[in-house]
């Protein structure tokens, strides 16, 4: 799926008189990424062979911020401009904590780079971008609609994180331009609210780019942030009423191993209770650094069992792509 694929009704793309910027600078700044990644990558199964999205260019020297999820274990990166061009691209980093990736063009762009907003004096009502790559067209007129704690199912949690209205369709790597025309976040995920369809508002979750100013020295000089990795079970966890179930584990993950089943319940980490999704992954981060034991109490069939899992460090397991 490109973002060719999708019509934006003209009625949502961004018009330039309404906006203090140029925006079709800013506009320019926005590339698509075509992604490939080996059939042997861990991650091949979960997120695919070919991975498509957007990245935002923020340094004339080509570097390109986008969502990690797009770039993880990408051996083959494409990079394609407004204006038709195609570039080869190299994946810096990833940066399992925020969800941040980085590429670097093996050519010249020749494109404008948007500075990096302030994006905690960000605030709710706020007019705002939210761009894939192609331009205007490709382009949605959107407001910052809430910013909260956000938990994803796949042992990932951000303690505040930015929420859009309308939702573009097309929102993985996309770039959220700020009133002052600068970049303030980057796409993840689209999400509903309300349960029948007519109530229901479809919004996108981005991540702030506060998150990546205090470790892209880190990421540029060694392809990780400086700090220990949190430790990680190969879980994925949804919530269930007032408790919180296993959906699935990772193939040869910890959990895995460790004999955790789909539809088991987590109760307890130790002896603390788990009330929902974010306080599991805060429960699990607070054992240690990865590597460390998370003692889990699980409710299987009506029976209480007690499960140690010997969490592991995701990186470790994911490829390193060679320049080519």
Not at 39 to 60: C, K, N, Q, W, Y
Not at 283 to 303: K, M, N, T, Y
């Given at each position: 799926?490109?973002a060719?694929?999708?019509d934006?009704?003209?009625?949502?793309n961004p018009?330039?008189?309404?906006?203090?910027?140029d925006?079709?600078?800013?506009?320019a700044a926005?590339?698509s990424?075509?992604?490939?990644?080996?059939?042997d990558?861990?991650?091949?199964h979960?997120?695919?062979?070919e991975?498509g999205g957007?990245?935002v260019?923020?340094d004339?020297?080509?570097?390109?911020?986008t969502?990690?999820y797009l770039?993880t274990e990408?051996?083959t990166?494409?990079?394609?401009?407004?204006?038709?061009?195609a570039i080869?691209?190299?994946?810096?980093?990833?940066?399992?904590?925020?969800g941040f990736g980085?590429?670097?063009?093996?050519?010249?762009?020749?494109?404008?780079?948007l500075?990096?907003?302030?994006?905690?004096?960000?605030?709710?009502?706020d007019?705002c971008i939210?761009?894939?790559?192609?331009?205007?067209?490709?382009?949605?007129?959107?407001?910052l609609a809430?910013?909260?704690?956000?938990a994803?199912y796949?042992e990932?949690?951000l303690?505040d994180a930015?929420?859009?209205v309308p939702a573009?369709?097309?929102?993985g790597?996309?770039g959220?331009i700020?009133p002052?025309?600068r970049?303030?976040?980057?796409?993840?995920?689209?999400?509903?609210?309300?349960?029948?369809r007519?109530s229901?508002v479809?919004?996108?979750?981005v991540?702030?780019i506060?998150l990546?100013?205090?470790?892209l020295?880190?990421?540029?000089?060694?392809?990780?942030?400086?700090?220990p990795?949190?430790?990680?079970l190969g879980?994925y966890?949804?919530?269930?009423g007032d408790?919180?179930v296993?959906a699935?584990?990772a193939?040869?993950?910890?959990?895995?191993?460790?004999g955790?089943e789909i539809?088991?319940?987590?109760?307890a980490?130790?002896?603390?209770?788990i009330?929902n999704l974010m306080?599991l992954?805060?429960?699990i981060w607070s054992?240690?650094q990865a590597?460390a034991?998370?003692?889990l109490?699980l409710?299987r069939?009506d029976e209480?069992?007690?499960?140690?899992v010997?969490?592991?460090?995701?990186?470790s397991l994911?490829r390193?792509?060679?320049m080519h």
């Amino acid at each position: 799926m490109t973002a060719s694929d999708w019509d934006i009704p003209e009625e949502m793309n961004p018009k330039a008189e309404d906006y203090a910027f140029d925006i079709v600078r800013a506009l320019a700044a926005v590339v698509s990424l075509h992604c490939y990644v080996p059939p042997d990558a861990f991650t091949a199964h979960t997120l695919g062979l070919e991975r498509g999205g957007s990245g935002v260019v923020i340094d004339e020297a080509g570097l390109i911020v986008t969502i990690g999820y797009l770039v993880t274990e990408a051996e083959t990166i494409w990079i394609n401009t407004g204006d038709g061009r195609a570039i080869a691209g190299h994946a810096l980093a990833v940066d399992q904590e925020t969800g941040f990736g980085l590429v670097q063009a093996l050519g010249d762009l020749r494109l404008p780079a948007l500075v990096l907003g302030d994006s905690d004096a960000l605030e709710v009502g706020d007019d705002c971008i939210l761009a894939a790559g192609g331009g205007r067209r490709n382009a949605v007129a959107t407001r910052l609609a809430a910013r909260h704690e956000f938990a994803g199912y796949w042992e990932y949690a951000l303690e505040d994180a930015f929420f859009t209205v309308p939702a573009h369709p097309f929102w993985g790597g996309a770039g959220l331009i700020g009133p002052d025309g600068r970049l303030h976040g980057i796409g993840s995920l689209v999400l509903q609210q309300g349960g029948r369809r007519k109530s229901r508002v479809d919004m996108n979750m981005v991540v702030p780019i506060a998150l990546l100013k205090g470790i892209l020295p880190d990421l540029l000089s060694q392809g990780r942030a400086n700090r220990p990795s949190r430790p990680w079970l190969g879980l994925y966890a949804a919530e269930d009423g007032d408790s919180v179930v296993v959906a699935g584990v990772a193939d040869h993950g910890p959990a895995e191993q460790a004999g955790l089943e789909i539809g088991d319940r987590i109760v307890a980490i130790g002896d603390t209770e788990i009330p929902n999704l974010m306080g599991l992954w805060r429960g699990i981060w607070s054992c240690g650094q990865a590597g460390a034991e998370v003692p889990l109490r699980l409710l299987r069939q009506d029976e209480l069992i007690d499960v140690t899992v010997k969490s592991a460090d995701r990186i470790s397991l994911l490829r390193t792509p060679a320049m080519h």
